[in-house]
Every structure is written in structure tokens, then in C-alpha cells.
């Protein structure tokens, strides 16, 4: 099965509930200020988001005042527009700029931040790039022996402490021995959660500033991973880690059949962070770059 396959497959709790739940509310029925209000509920129960809801219909109330939309397959087209142009296009990871690209990885424990990790590793492997990977959970000694052993199948290096150590001493280090030889792009691991009384978000600012002091620009890109079918509460971290660390991108993994697609569009509009990575199964190519247009077309398809 093909990526665009597998994202079809991913979507379809949200098709049904978006689409299929859009389809039944306009059938025999005029697309007016009563059935549109009802859209934006039936929106709001697909993850999209109050904020984003609103703004849709909004969009599609003008539109009806315009003439433009008579029935429900110009609503629908009209639906796939708005949708389309909410999510922002082209916000890709590249490894570019100062050696090392330094990407530092946050999010809580559970959402497959390790194996995004592996898989963002074998593709810059891939693409003929060297790649440090910074052990820097060392809270639990199975997240550093899982990033060991992505970093075997990515034929990437490691740099690790053992487990308890100071993570943003194994970041500095990391940062460190990747500078010394010429490495290509780093890529941190994080707690997320911690078994002490530290707290984690000034544990993650702490790594932070241990980096910016190896390579002053660094981290280059902060990517949190976020799970497709934790809906609303993505939202609550992603506002929590932003606020701690300033996230400029999102991998949203497990877009499987229980998925909250929606959620795409509720961090689009109210964080204003793009997401950058989708995650549809355990295979390193099912993780990819985000392509608003292709998430649209496998939504409505």
C-alpha cells in the first residue's frame, strides 16, 4: 500500500465524521445560516478546533451571500478550499546552513518521538548526509537503548551518557563531537516526562541553552511530536512545550484508522505552528513531509 493509500486509511474516523456527517446535513436541505451553524458544530467534533470552525464558516457564510454557493456540492468544493488554504504549505526539514543542523525533539512520553527520531535519521542518511544522534532521555535506559538501535539501522552515530546523567550535558557533547567532525545534522532525544522532581520544561529550556552555547544559532529547528489521536489535548502541549521552547514545527505520528485529523487545522489556526512531518504507519517511509494539498485530497476522496 502507497503513502497516499495508507493517509486515506489514516483519515477515515475523520472523513466520517467530517464529511460523511456534512453530506447527511445538507441532504434536501439549503445551505443557509441554520445548516451552516450546524456545520461549524459538526467541524468542531472532526478536532478542527473551535477557532478554526469559525473561520470557516465564516469564509463560507460570504460566500452564500455571494451567490456562490447553492448546494451542497458547491459547499463541498467550497469546504476542500478553506480546509486547503488554512494549512500551510511547503514548511519542509532541510538540512541546510551552519554544520551542524541541530534539531532539538520534544514531546511527552508515548507519542513515538524515538522512532520519528530514526526515521528523520535514515532519511538524511539516505539523502547522503551525516547524522549525530544525541541520547538525551536519560531518565529511562529503554529510550537510550531504542535510539541506539535506530541509530545502527539509520548507519548514523550516537553520542550517550549513562542513564541519569545530565541530558543537556549529552546535548552540549553531542553538539560538540558533531562540530569536531564536520557531521552533518544532530538530533536530540528528550524525557518526556521525568521520574525526579526536576521539571520538564525548565529540564528542556536547560538543553536549549546548553546547545546555543556549542553552536550559537542552534537548535535550528525544534520539532514536536505530537500522537494524530490524542485531538484536543495536542493542542494543551503544543502550547505548553512552545511556551517553554519556541516549537517552529510538528510531526504528527500514529495517523492511523483512530485518528484525529481535525487536529491539523486546530494547531494551524491557534498555534500558527506549521506541521511539518506525517507519520501513517512503522515503516521508515511512512513517515513524510506534510503536503496540505495531498492531506485534502486524501480526506475527500
Given at each position: 500500500m502507497g503513502f497516499f493509500e495508507k493517509l486515506k486509511q489514516g483519515l477515515a474516523r475523520t472523513r466520517k465524521t467530517l464529511i460523511e456527517n456534512t453530506e447527511a446535513l445538507?441532504?434536501?436541505r439549503a445551505v443557509d445560516e441554520s445548516s451552516l451553524e450546524e456545520l461549524e458544530e459538526i467541524l468542531i467534533m472532526a478536532d478542527v478546533g473551535p477557532q478554526a470552525a469559525a473561520s470557516i464558516t465564516t469564509s463560507l457564510r460570504e460566500k452564500v451571500k455571494q451567490g456562490k454557493l447553492i448546494n451542497f456540492r458547491d459547499l463541498k468544493a467550497a469546504l476542500k478550499e478553506e480546509i486547503k488554504k488554512m494549512l500551510k504549505g511547503g514548511a519542509k526539514?532541510?538540512?541546510a546552513?551552519?554544520?551542524p543542523y541541530v534539531i532539538l525533539t520534544v514531546g511527552v512520553n508515548g507519542v513515538g518521538k524515538t522512532t520519528t527520531i530514526g526515521k528523520l535519521a535514515r532519511r538524511f542518511t539516505d539523502q547522503g548526509f551525516s547524522v549525530t544522534l544525541a541520547a538525551a532521555d536519560t531518565f529511562r535506559a529503554a529510550a537510550i537503548e531504542q535510539l541506539e538501535i535506530w541509530a545502527h539501522r539509520a548507519g548514523s552515530q550516537i553520542v550517550k551518557h549513562r542513564s541519569g546523567a545530565d541530558p543537556a550535558a549529552v546535548a552540549f557533547d553531542a553538539v560538540s563531537s558533531a562540530r569536531a567532525k564536520n557531521v552533518d545534522v544532530v538530533i536530540i532525544d528528550?524525557?518526556?516526562?521525568?521520574?525526579?522532581?526536576t521539571n520538564l520544561m525548565e529540564e528542556l529550556k536547560k538543553i536549549?541553552?546548553?546547545?546555543?552555547?556549542?553552536?550559537?544559532?542552534?537548535?535550528h529547528e525544534v520539532l514536536l511530536v505530537v500522537d494524530a489521536t490524542s485531538g484536543q489535548n495536542a493542542i494543551n502541549q503544543a502550547k505548553i512545550f512552545n511556551d517553554a521552547?519556541?516549537?517552529?514545527?510538528?510531526?504528527?505520528?500514529?495517523l492511523d484508522g483512530t485518528a484525529k485529523g481535525g487536529i491539523i487545522l486546530a494547531i494551524n489556526k491557534e498555534l500558527n505552528i506549521?506541521?511539518?512531518?506525517i507519520g501513517v504507519g512503522e515503516a521508515v517511509e511512512d513517515l513524510q513531509d506534510f503536503d496540505p494539498s495531498e492531506f485534502v485530497e486524501a480526506l475527500f476522496d
Open positions: 445538507f441532504r434536501g526539514i532541510i538540512c546552513g551552519e554544520k528528550t524525557a518526556g516526562r521525568l521520574h525526579t522532581k536549549k541553552r546548553a546547545v546555543g552555547k556549542e553552536a550559537a544559532s542552534a537548535p521552547v519556541g516549537v517552529t514545527g510538528i510531526a504528527l505520528t500514529k506549521p506541521v511539518k512531518l
